[in-house]
Nanobody
Framework: QVQLVESGGGLVQAGGSLNLSCVAS?????????MGWYRQAPGKQRELVAT???????YYADSVKGRFTISRDGAKNTVYLQMDSLKPEDTAVYYC?????????????WGQGTQVTVSS
């Protein structure tokens, strides 16, 4: 199994910045295909924020394009989410996700979530 540990959430004023981190670890050898961030606001469904593949290909939700940047450190199995120009509507619990393979199976793992609150 692969475990994810997130950090970096908090309270920030609108227009401010936060940087989230997520480290993946496991007891056996595994290969990470993709890492990403999702978020869930109160009363809403969980939604995709951004993903990055092992090859460095990124995807962003329209709502965060130009404001958020996803990056990774493959050697450390770590993914980052730099969030700039934050808006109150970005307030949510942010979850790290990874799709990983231990041949021949592919799995999904989730972090415990970190709260991001943007005040107006």
């Amino acid at each position: 199994q692969v475990q994810l540990v997130e950090s970096g959430g908090g309270l920030v004023q609108a227009g401010g910045s936060l940087n989230l981190s997520c480290v993946a670890s496991g007891s056996t050898v595994f290969y990470i295909n993709r890492m990403g961030w999702y978020r869930q606001a109160p009363g809403k469904q969980r939604e995709l924020v951004a993903t990055i593949t092992s090859g460095g290909i990124t995807y962003y939700a329209d709502s965060v394009k130009g404001r958020f940047t996803i990056s990774r450190d493959g050697a450390k199995n770590t993914v980052y989410l730099q969030m700039d120009s934050l808006k109150p509507e970005d307030t949510a619990v942010y979850y790290c996700n990874t799709r990983w393979t231990r041949w021949p199976q592919t799995y999904d793992s989730w972090g415990q979530g970190t709260q991001v609150t943007v005040s107006s």
